[in-house]
T-cell receptor, first 109, second 113 residues
Protein backbone atom coordinates (compact mmCIF):
# COMPACT_ATOMS: atom_id res chain seq x y z
CA UNK A 1 0.00 0.00 0.00
CA UNK A 2 0.92 3.64 -0.23
CA UNK A 3 2.02 5.42 2.91
CA UNK A 4 3.18 8.84 4.01
CA UNK A 5 4.57 9.25 7.53
CA UNK A 6 4.99 12.51 9.42
CA UNK A 7 5.25 13.25 13.15
CA UNK A 8 1.85 14.09 14.60
CA UNK A 9 2.94 17.12 16.58
CA UNK A 10 6.07 19.19 17.20
CA UNK A 11 6.82 22.11 19.50
CA UNK A 12 9.42 24.81 18.90
CA UNK A 13 10.38 28.21 20.26
CA UNK A 14 9.87 31.54 18.53
CA UNK A 15 13.04 32.56 16.68
CA UNK A 16 14.38 29.00 16.52
CA UNK A 17 14.69 26.49 13.65
CA UNK A 18 12.53 23.39 13.22
CA UNK A 19 12.74 20.47 10.79
CA UNK A 20 9.60 18.51 9.91
CA UNK A 21 10.29 15.11 8.39
CA UNK A 22 8.25 13.15 5.88
CA UNK A 23 8.93 9.60 4.71
CA UNK A 24 6.98 7.97 1.92
CA UNK A 25 6.35 4.64 0.25
CA UNK A 26 4.34 5.09 -2.92
CA UNK A 27 3.81 3.39 -6.26
CA UNK A 28 6.03 5.65 -8.32
CA UNK A 29 7.05 9.23 -7.71
CA UNK A 30 6.31 12.39 -9.65
CA UNK A 31 7.05 14.98 -7.02
CA UNK A 32 6.52 15.93 -3.40
CA UNK A 33 4.56 18.89 -2.09
CA UNK A 34 4.44 20.70 1.24
CA UNK A 35 1.34 22.64 2.23
CA UNK A 36 0.64 24.79 5.26
CA UNK A 37 -2.77 24.67 6.92
CA UNK A 38 -3.78 27.04 9.71
CA UNK A 39 -6.51 25.78 12.03
CA UNK A 40 -9.93 26.10 10.44
CA UNK A 41 -8.51 27.16 7.09
CA UNK A 42 -7.66 25.59 3.75
CA UNK A 43 -4.20 24.24 2.88
CA UNK A 44 -1.92 26.64 1.01
CA UNK A 45 1.04 25.65 -1.16
CA UNK A 46 4.56 25.98 0.25
CA UNK A 47 6.92 24.00 -1.96
CA UNK A 48 7.39 21.37 -4.62
CA UNK A 49 10.41 19.05 -5.04
CA UNK A 50 10.93 16.57 -7.85
CA UNK A 51 14.74 16.37 -7.93
CA UNK A 52 17.05 15.52 -5.05
CA UNK A 53 18.39 18.39 -3.06
CA UNK A 54 17.42 21.49 -1.17
CA UNK A 55 15.02 24.18 -2.42
CA UNK A 56 15.17 27.42 -0.47
CA UNK A 57 12.36 29.95 -0.40
CA UNK A 58 12.84 32.69 2.17
CA UNK A 59 12.55 31.30 5.71
CA UNK A 60 11.30 27.97 4.40
CA UNK A 61 13.39 25.26 2.72
CA UNK A 62 12.43 21.80 1.50
CA UNK A 63 14.75 18.86 0.95
CA UNK A 64 14.22 15.66 -1.02
CA UNK A 65 16.05 12.33 -1.23
CA UNK A 66 14.26 10.05 -3.67
CA UNK A 67 16.53 7.08 -2.95
CA UNK A 68 15.61 7.24 0.74
CA UNK A 69 11.94 8.14 0.23
CA UNK A 70 12.50 11.12 2.49
CA UNK A 71 11.83 14.81 2.62
CA UNK A 72 11.97 17.52 5.22
CA UNK A 73 10.65 21.03 5.58
CA UNK A 74 12.97 23.42 7.40
CA UNK A 75 11.53 26.54 8.98
CA UNK A 76 13.96 29.21 10.17
CA UNK A 77 13.47 32.24 12.42
CA UNK A 78 10.18 30.87 13.63
CA UNK A 79 7.33 33.31 14.13
CA UNK A 80 4.10 32.81 16.05
CA UNK A 81 2.19 32.89 12.76
CA UNK A 82 4.03 29.70 11.72
CA UNK A 83 1.86 27.77 14.18
CA UNK A 84 -0.06 25.54 11.80
CA UNK A 85 -0.23 22.03 10.41
CA UNK A 86 2.22 21.11 7.67
CA UNK A 87 1.05 18.56 5.13
CA UNK A 88 3.34 16.38 3.03
CA UNK A 89 1.89 14.97 -0.21
CA UNK A 90 3.41 12.76 -2.91
CA UNK A 91 2.33 12.60 -6.55
CA UNK A 92 2.38 8.92 -7.47
CA UNK A 93 2.87 7.20 -10.84
CA UNK A 94 -0.81 7.78 -11.73
CA UNK A 95 -0.47 11.48 -10.87
CA UNK A 96 -2.68 11.00 -7.82
CA UNK A 97 -1.74 12.93 -4.69
CA UNK A 98 -1.18 10.81 -1.60
CA UNK A 99 -1.41 12.91 1.57
CA UNK A 100 0.19 12.51 4.95
CA UNK A 101 -1.89 13.20 8.06
CA UNK A 102 0.02 16.39 8.73
CA UNK A 103 2.31 17.67 11.48
CA UNK A 104 0.87 20.16 13.94
CA UNK A 105 3.57 22.70 14.79
CA UNK A 106 3.18 24.62 18.03
CA UNK A 107 5.32 27.72 18.49
CA UNK A 108 5.97 28.93 22.03
CA UNK A 109 7.19 32.43 22.91
CA UNK B 1 -9.46 37.58 -7.88
CA UNK B 2 -11.77 35.12 -6.10
CA UNK B 3 -9.89 31.85 -6.81
CA UNK B 4 -11.92 28.87 -5.56
CA UNK B 5 -15.22 29.70 -3.90
CA UNK B 6 -16.92 27.02 -1.82
CA UNK B 7 -20.29 27.17 -0.08
CA UNK B 8 -21.67 26.69 2.53
CA UNK B 9 -19.03 27.03 5.28
CA UNK B 10 -21.03 25.07 7.82
CA UNK B 11 -23.98 22.71 7.59
CA UNK B 12 -25.78 20.28 9.88
CA UNK B 13 -27.77 17.49 8.25
CA UNK B 14 -30.04 14.85 9.67
CA UNK B 15 -29.42 11.23 8.71
CA UNK B 16 -31.01 10.53 5.33
CA UNK B 17 -31.11 14.15 4.14
CA UNK B 18 -29.40 15.27 0.95
CA UNK B 19 -27.44 18.37 0.06
CA UNK B 20 -25.14 19.87 -2.53
CA UNK B 21 -21.82 21.52 -1.78
CA UNK B 22 -21.09 24.22 -4.33
CA UNK B 23 -17.65 24.92 -5.79
CA UNK B 24 -16.69 27.41 -8.46
CA UNK B 25 -13.31 28.67 -9.70
CA UNK B 26 -12.46 31.65 -11.87
CA UNK B 27 -8.92 30.65 -12.88
CA UNK B 28 -9.95 28.63 -15.96
CA UNK B 29 -8.42 25.52 -14.42
CA UNK B 30 -9.13 22.22 -16.11
CA UNK B 31 -8.63 20.04 -13.04
CA UNK B 32 -10.97 20.14 -10.06
CA UNK B 33 -11.13 17.95 -6.98
CA UNK B 34 -13.22 17.19 -3.94
CA UNK B 35 -11.42 16.08 -0.77
CA UNK B 36 -12.56 15.23 2.72
CA UNK B 37 -10.37 15.78 5.76
CA UNK B 38 -10.93 13.80 8.94
CA UNK B 39 -9.02 14.34 12.20
CA UNK B 40 -5.68 12.54 12.27
CA UNK B 41 -5.90 11.46 8.65
CA UNK B 42 -4.62 12.76 5.36
CA UNK B 43 -6.85 14.36 2.78
CA UNK B 44 -8.88 11.75 0.92
CA UNK B 45 -9.90 12.26 -2.69
CA UNK B 46 -13.63 11.78 -3.28
CA UNK B 47 -14.03 12.69 -6.95
CA UNK B 48 -12.09 14.64 -9.52
CA UNK B 49 -12.61 16.11 -12.96
CA UNK B 50 -10.14 16.77 -15.77
CA UNK B 51 -12.47 19.05 -17.69
CA UNK B 52 -16.09 19.90 -18.41
CA UNK B 53 -18.17 16.76 -18.90
CA UNK B 54 -15.51 14.43 -17.46
CA UNK B 55 -15.52 13.11 -13.89
CA UNK B 56 -13.91 10.15 -12.17
CA UNK B 57 -13.93 8.46 -8.80
CA UNK B 58 -11.25 9.01 -6.26
CA UNK B 59 -10.35 6.95 -3.21
CA UNK B 60 -13.62 7.36 -1.26
CA UNK B 61 -16.52 8.00 -3.69
CA UNK B 62 -19.29 5.98 -2.03
CA UNK B 63 -22.25 8.11 -0.95
CA UNK B 64 -21.30 11.04 -3.19
CA UNK B 65 -21.93 12.22 -6.72
CA UNK B 66 -20.52 15.01 -8.86
CA UNK B 67 -21.12 16.75 -12.15
CA UNK B 68 -19.02 19.11 -14.26
CA UNK B 69 -21.20 20.88 -16.78
CA UNK B 70 -18.89 23.92 -17.05
CA UNK B 71 -15.19 24.57 -16.52
CA UNK B 72 -16.00 26.81 -13.55
CA UNK B 73 -18.39 24.68 -11.47
CA UNK B 74 -17.93 21.33 -9.75
CA UNK B 75 -20.73 20.63 -7.23
CA UNK B 76 -20.63 17.66 -4.84
CA UNK B 77 -23.91 15.93 -4.04
CA UNK B 78 -24.50 13.94 -0.86
CA UNK B 79 -27.43 11.57 -1.08
CA UNK B 80 -28.91 9.96 2.04
CA UNK B 81 -26.42 11.51 4.46
CA UNK B 82 -24.84 9.21 7.04
CA UNK B 83 -22.86 9.99 10.24
CA UNK B 84 -19.73 8.64 8.50
CA UNK B 85 -19.92 11.64 6.17
CA UNK B 86 -19.31 14.05 9.02
CA UNK B 87 -16.09 15.73 7.91
CA UNK B 88 -14.51 18.86 6.51
CA UNK B 89 -14.82 19.03 2.74
CA UNK B 90 -12.46 20.93 0.47
CA UNK B 91 -12.82 21.73 -3.18
CA UNK B 92 -9.60 22.38 -5.08
CA UNK B 93 -8.43 23.15 -8.59
CA UNK B 94 -5.21 23.06 -10.59
CA UNK B 95 -4.20 23.95 -14.12
CA UNK B 96 -2.80 20.48 -14.85
CA UNK B 97 -2.34 17.23 -12.97
CA UNK B 98 1.45 17.18 -12.97
CA UNK B 99 3.51 19.51 -10.83
CA UNK B 100 0.91 22.22 -10.50
CA UNK B 101 -0.04 23.32 -7.03
CA UNK B 102 -3.60 23.01 -5.82
CA UNK B 103 -5.74 26.01 -4.99
CA UNK B 104 -8.25 25.19 -2.25
CA UNK B 105 -11.62 26.57 -1.35
CA UNK B 106 -12.23 27.65 2.25
CA UNK B 107 -13.86 24.36 3.24
CA UNK B 108 -17.24 23.12 4.46
CA UNK B 109 -17.67 21.74 7.97
CA UNK B 110 -20.46 19.15 7.67
CA UNK B 111 -22.05 17.35 10.57
CA UNK B 112 -24.56 14.53 10.08
CA UNK B 113 -26.59 13.82 13.18
Amino acid sequence: GQNIDQPTEMTATEGAIVQINCTYQTSGFNGLFWYQQHAGEAPTFLSYNVLDGLEEKGRFSSFLSRSKGYSYLLLKELQMKDSASYLCAVLDSNYQLIWGAGTKLIIKP
Amino acid sequence: NAGVTQTPKFRILKIGQSMTLQCTQDMNHNYMYWYRQDPGMGLKLIYYSVGAGITDKGEVPNGYNVSRSTTEDFPLRLELAAPSQTSVYFCASSRTETNEKLFFGSGTQLSVL
